[in-house]
Antibody, heavy 121, light 110 residues
Framework: QLQLQESGPGVVKPSETLSLICTVS??????????WGWIRQPPGKGPEWIGT???????YYNPSLNSRVTISVDAPKKYLSLRLTSVTAADTSVYYC?????????????WGQGTQVAVSS | QSILSQPPSASGTPGQRVTISCSGS????????VYWYQQLPGAAPKLLIF???QRPSGIPDRFSGSKSGTSASLAISGLRSDDGAEYYC???????????FGGGTKLTVV
């Protein structure tokens, strides 16, 4: 069955750019019924939505991160990417990629295991 | 401070029915669907309820959701020890044009 796996640097220096990849295995990323998102969870806090990309290519970002975040997808190569610029300690979180289905913009039915990212000099 | 408000904790005994509330506003719960996620320690969130009261395939009918005005509730009946987890509500917010989550409710089964 479809599986998602996040990968990236465990530590990023302040003011640098965080880049994460979500690799999809066991199935296809194609299909108009699906969308893909990134969600993060700071230590001891609830999830925070980062953004979503639809099969049309349309992207929606959290307004609080909008100017710093870029999400893209390469369906043939089966990966989703996240780029977050000018990171600070507040960006320290577990980062999850997730698949959404056409039951509204919050229907994330498949998640990766998450990858821990610490922002530290 | 989360956009959606949840009580930080809840508890119940095995077999009991517990409810977890989620309070929002007219720009989120009041005009959009509510979703509920369960998160076990060290795991990713898992979708429990979508569109206020629908269960994805594989979610037992012990879990149910409801919505009234700008508030929503998750009910768990026949409480089991493995229901002990963090529960989050979520919705779309028209003012923010984005997904918002609650701060979470830690459910303890005593």
């Amino acid at each position: 069955q479809l599986q998602l796996q996040e990968s990236g640097p465990g530590v990023v220096k302040p003011s640098e750019t965080l880049s994460l990849i979500c690799t999809v295995s066991g199935g296809s990323m194609s299909g108009d019924s699906y969308y893909w998102g990134w969600i993060r969870q700071p230590p001891g806090k609830g999830p925070e939505w980062i953004g979503t990309i639809y099969s049309s290519g349309d992207t929606y970002y959290n307004p609080s991160l909008n100017s710093r975040v870029t999400i893209s997808v390469d369906a043939p190569k089966k990966y989703l990417s996240l780029r977050l610029t000018s990171v600070t300690a507040a960006d320290t979180s577990v980062y999850y990629c997730a698949r959404g289905f056409n039951h509204g913009p919050v229907y994330f039915d498949l998640w990766g295991q998450g990858t821990q990212v610490a922002v530290s000099s | 401070q989360s956009i959606l408000s949840q009580p930080p904790s809840a508890s119940g005994t095995p077999g009991q029915r517990v409810t977890i509330s989620c309070s929002g506003s007219s720009s989120n719960i009041g005009s959009n669907f509510v979703y509920w996620y369960q998160q076990l320690p060290g795991a990713a969130p898992k979708l429990l309820i979508f569109k206020n009261n629908q269960r994805p395939s594989g979610i037992p009918d012990r879990f149910s959701g409801s919505k009234s005005g700008t508030s929503a509730s998750l009910a768990i009946s026949g409480l089991r020890s493995d229901d002990g987890a963090e529960y989050y509500c979520a919705s779309w917010d028209d003012s923010l044009s984005g997904v918002v989550f609650g701060g979470g409710t830690k459910l303890t089964v005593v």
